[in-house]
């Protein structure tokens, strides 16, 4: 009897992607790349999967269909590619978990000496305020206390852009925050900015009460996400409808 399996057929797509441009890029001999661990390697392979879309599938047809999807999705290709060279530039510029990291540790997260305030995944779309249709090419940037929030690792970037293939969508891990002991909540007030090219900028700001805990030994790090409203940008000097005429009081 066939054992059904659910695989993400984007994993090894990226993965074979990653490893290509990597190659190609030591044969190059460029001078930013500083290095091409296999620790390296993962974090881009992260950083991709983490801002497209999955293809997920339970059986051998749906896998040579999904495939045969992936070989005539140009567009998704070429926005793979593009991301995966985003991600090896943020990774070789910035100090990597495995070498000397300025992030917070797993080690210290799950030493039990600390309680911390884990934030959601935040995740959401934009949009084309006139089509209604995904906005690719836009940079959103996720502020707290006035400025870029710090992410949980170098495969989260912020700002993040979004692209044809992530269908408009972006995502946000932030750093967990210390807190003075167990069971606090407190409220974490966060802002949006977006900018596309062409468009007027939107800020959006919300509200996350977070309830502080202590992960001991090999305890998962909590991983749950939070849905921000979808957001629609205007073309630059688009009146927009609703405010076109004014409401006379009685």
């Not at 990226?14 to 290095?35: F, G, P």
């Not at 906005?135 to 710090?150: D, E, M, S, V």
């Not at 805990?213 to 939070?226: E, F, H, M």
């Amino acid at each position: 009897m066939e054992v059904m399996k659910v695989t993400n057929l984007m994993e090894d797509y990226v993965r074979a992607h990653v490893d290509d441009i990597y190659e190609r890029l030591k044969a190059e001999n460029v001078s930013w790349l500083t290095c091409d661990c296999e620790n390296c390697r993962m974090d881009t392979e992260c950083y991709v999967l983490n801002r497209i879309p999955p293809k997920y599938t339970i059986s051998g047809r749906g896998v040579n269909h999904a495939q045969s999807e992936l070989e005539t999705a140009k567009q998704v290709m070429a926005d793979v590619d593009i991301l995966v060279m985003d991600g090896i530039r943020l990774i070789s510029g910035q100090k990597r978990p495995n070498h000397d990291s300025a992030y917070i540790s797993d080690a210290e997260i799950i030493s039990g000496k600390y309680p911390f305030f884990f934030f959601p995944i935040f995740s959401g779309s934009v949009y084309d305020g006139t089509t209604f249709e995904s906005l690719a090419n836009a940079k959103i940037t996720i502020n707290y206390k006035g400025k870029p929030a710090k992410m949980l690792d170098s495969t989260w970037s912020n700002p993040c852009s979004t692209f044809k293939a992530t269908e408009g969508g972006y995502s946000f891990c932030v750093e967990p925050e210390k807190a003075k002991k167990e069971g606090m909540t407190k409220d974490f007030n966060f802002e949006l900015i977006i900018t596309a090219p062409g468009y007027d900028t939107i800020n959006y700001a919300f509200t996350v009460p977070v309830v502080s805990k202590i992960l001991k030994g090999s305890a998962a790090r909590p991983n749950y996400s939070l849905k921000i409203t979808d957001l629609f940008l205007f073309p630059q000097g688009m009146v927009n409808p609703m405010e076109r005429y004014p409401v006379s009081g009685d």
